[in-house]
RNA sequence: UGGGGCGUCGCCAAGCGGUAAGGCACCAGACUUUGGAUCUGGCACCCGGAGGUUCGAAUCCUCCCGCCCCAACCA
């Protein structure tokens, strides 16, 4: 990219900082970011914002973003972890080319780091225990107090920590502190640990080393390494930049990399952090960590989210600094709006009720053309579908005693067979329950392909299927995986607060005939339920396994609703929303001119007419605006008034006064 | 409580002293062989609160209130 994209307005504070830095020649015009995730645990939809971030600012300015395993905690981190993240970032659409790096790769040059540290008489072997190391550094309110061993000579320094190294002494016996400041009021600066003994087999290292860096210590220094240029990270790291700083300054490190925070993504109806998500997986809550209820990218996958909608979705939720939650509904619309212009619609009973036209011949079959796109998707393709005597419909578009503003089929009523026939239904047979088992219909011969010669309206369309022609199939049907929404907030346990109807596994649905075909794409519409995703694990060409990915909005859901609790809609709410009356615009006692400015007033008067005339004239709009009460646009029309009038003698004239004098010329 | 950060519509979020962007959600209507999609219109006289500066303040100043983070040998 050219410097002329270096405005001073970006996409987000992030983007404008660093098209200030190129602006300002730093780092010698070169942006190098990174995603830095430590492989503890599954990446979810929280770092696909991180991901974003940092390969879209390389991106957007020419650079390039690393991915590099921040793995300075043998203790918690796998092998399966790392290969789990390279793939999500890969199947996100990001290349990190050669830029694939270890923190751990880095530790003999963090070990000669601290060695320098230490030579500096800038850090020191601490032999306090961990009780007391957290003892001696107080409170928040109160300053710490010195190690006793924070005064260690250089040389005792060195061979303490040279024989950390070597494994002389047992895990926690000594630490490596940085010698900062006991009474910083930023706790973090109190003598920060920077290595602790851990006899720990590393998945990546092995067995090489006993003495690991902590993260404050590896992460700006890995930084350094790799001279990244912006260091991007989340709000909780606020307070541990000033180690960062004091870091990179201290050891002297050329050009250093500055950290910014940004606010990390939450989302409704879901719980983001790792250690509720190993939870979640590890009592089975759910089934896995690629589980399509999670918000893992795995599970998100797996669901059917497409990576163009997560990164659609990532782009618009915008990067502040403002905790905030974002709602679900934004990443199902970004879904949506994905898959409706890409993929095939076809038709799907999720659950069957059977359907038996009277007047249909028994043996006859029909193939009846259908499209796959309907008119504003500007894609071609059709298949036929068989339509015959007996059909199965959902179990939901039938009623017995319809509600009102029911579109759908219901004793001595017509409705649409979508591409078919128009059918009516003329009597219903019930089991010993009472429940409907079998609809009986009449079908209209002079409607075939679902159109009404005679332009008679019929309410609704229903999809369907050929009894003897359709493909059994499971679907399921997923929803929130938490019925509050902000089980962040709850402190009840995840029992309470999961959506017991998160899954619903259908086993009996019925697939028409050609959509069983793999040809079609991974991806379906079933038409009017949602769009569904063959599931890569389960689904095999003898039983086919559809996920829902996300439902199609549904207008009808709302008066359903009203319509069962006809009761409950009272006009008690909305009388909250009564229209207030308009803001007591306080007239403020208009300041009074002095003689001086009354004389230059009439003055101005004169000299500015024209322009006070010509503003008028061409914001009609605005003028109309205010003189309906709108006043608050006054400073605008001034604003126009000092842009075009300066003075023959060149001053700008008083805004004080072009107040004054257009308020009055506004009949004010 | 000491320090660091943040408060603009139900949820995100622009705004950088001169008319409160946009998206999601929601509501109404048009269109419709998906109660889908699309289109149109409606959704903040007001920016956490109170003062002040200014011709003019969400933007500057002062005080106050609320929320988040920090006292792991986690990251």
Redesign the pocket.
């Known amino acids: 990219m050219s410097d002329t994209d270096v405005s001073p307005?970006g996409r987000?504070?992030i983007r404008?900082m660093v098209a200030r830095d190129l602006a300002a020649g730093k780092r010698g015009g070169r942006v190098v970011t990174r995603f830095p995730p430590?492989p503890n645990g599954f990446p979810h939809i929280g770092h696909a914002k991180s991901i974003c971030l940092n390969f879209g600012v390389a991106q957007d300015f020419g650079g390039t973003c690393h991915l590099r395993l921040?793995d300075?905690?043998p203790e918690?981190e796998d092998q399966a972890y790392v290969e789990a993240i390279r793939r999500d970032v890969r199947w996100l659409g990001f290349d990190w080319g050669e830029n694939f790096f270890y923190a751990s790769d880095y530790f003999e040059q963090l070990y000669d780091f601290a060695v320098e540290l230490i030579r500096r008489g800038k850090a020191y072997v601490c032999s306090l225990?961990?009780d007391e190391?957290?003892e001696y550094?107080g409170?928040?309110?109160e300053p710490g107090r010195n190690s006793p061993y924070r005064d260690r000579s250089v040389e005792e320094n060195l061979d303490l920590f040279r024989r950390m190294r070597d494994g002389e002494f047992p895990d926690?016996a000594h630490?490596l502190r940085a010698k900062i400041d006991m009474s910083a009021?930023?706790?973090?600066m109190r003598d920060p640990?920077l290595y602790?003994?851990?006899r720990a087999t590393h998945y990546h290292r092995g067995d090489a080393w006993c003495i690991?860096p902590?993260?404050d210590f590896a992460h700006p220094l890995s930084d350094a390494i790799e001279k990244i240029t912006h260091s991007l990270c989340t709000?909780?790291?606020?307070?541990?930049r000033d180690i960062y700083d004091w870091l990179v300054d201290t050891l002297e490190v050329p050009d250093p990399p500055r950290q910014t925070e940004f606010?990390r993504l939450n989302m409704t109806y879901t719980v983001m952090s790792k250690r509720k998500l190993l939870q979640l997986v590890e009592r089975k809550l759910v089934a896995g960590w690629d589980d399509p209820r999670l918000p893992t990218l795995s599970g998100l996958r797996r669901r059917g989210f497409t990576p163009a909608a997560i990164r659609d979705f990532c782009d618009?939720?915008?990067?502040?600094?403002?905790?905030?939650?974002?709602?679900v509904?934004?990443l199902e619309?970004c879904q949506?709006?994905d898959l409706?212009v890409r993929v095939p619609?076809v038709l799907c009973v999720l659950r069957p009720v059977k359907v038996v036209i009277e007047n249909y011949p028994e043996d006859q079959v029909e193939e009846l053309d259908a499209p796959f796109y309907?008119r504003?998707?500007p894609k071609e393709g059709s298949r036929t579908v068989p339509f015959s005597r007996v059909l199965y419909i959902e179990r939901d578009d039938f009623a017995e005693v319809p509600p009102k503003?029911?579109?759908?089929l219901s004793p001595g009523r017509e409705v649409?067979l979508?591409?078919a026939y128009i059918i009516r239904c003329e009597s219903v047979v019930k089991d010993a329950a009472g429940e409907v088992i079998e609809i009986r219909c009449t079908y209209d011969p002079a409607t075939r392909?679902?159109?009404a010669a005679d332009g008679r309206k019929v309410p609704?369309?229903l999809h369907w299927v050929s009894a003897a022609h359709a493909v059994p199939v499971e679907v399921r049907i997923y929803d929130r995986l938490f019925q509050v929404e902000r089980p962040d907030l709850e402190e009840a346990p995840f029992e309470e607060l999961l959506n017991p109807q998160s899954l619903e596994t259908l086993t009996g649905s019925l697939l028409e005939p050609a959509a069983a075909d793999p040809a079609l794409g991974d991806w379906l519409?079933f038409?009017?339920q949602g769009y569904f995703f063959r599931d890569p694990v389960d689904s095999t060409p003898e039983r086919l396994v559809f996920n829902r990915t996300v439902a199609?909005?549904?207008?009808?859901a709302?008066?359903a609703q009203k319509a069962a609790a006809p009761a409950a809609a009272s006009p008690a709410a909305s009388a909250s929303r009564a229209p207030?009356p308009?803001?007591e615009t306080e007239a403020?006692a208009p300041?009074p001119l002095t003689a001086e400015e009354l004389e230059q007033l009439a003055h101005l008067r004169g000299v500015l007419q024209p322009v006070l005339d010509a503003v008028l004239a061409a914001h009609p709009a605005?003028v109309e605006?205010y003189r309906s009460?709108?006043t608050?646009?006054l400073?605008?029309l001034?604003?126009q008034v000092?842009k075009r009038g300066a003075q023959p003698g060149g001053g700008k004239p008083s805004?004080?006064l072009v107040?004054v004098l257009l308020t009055q010329a506004l009949g004010g």
């Open positions: 307005s987000d504070f404008e430590e921040d300075t905690n918690t225990n961990e190391i957290r550094r409170t928040v309110t926690g630490v009021a930023n706790m973090k640990l602790r003994i851990k690991y902590m993260y709000l909780e790291f606020e307070n541990n606010a618009r939720i915008g990067v502040a600094k403002a905790n905030s939650t974002v709602d509904t934004l619309h949506r709006e409706n619609r309907p504003d998707v503003g029911f579109h759908r649409r979508r591409y392909g679902g159109a609704g369309t519409q038409e009017r199609l909005r549904d207008s009808w709302p008066e207030k308009p803001k403020k300041e605005e605006r009460g709108q608050g646009i400073g605008f001034v604003a000092m805004p004080k107040n």
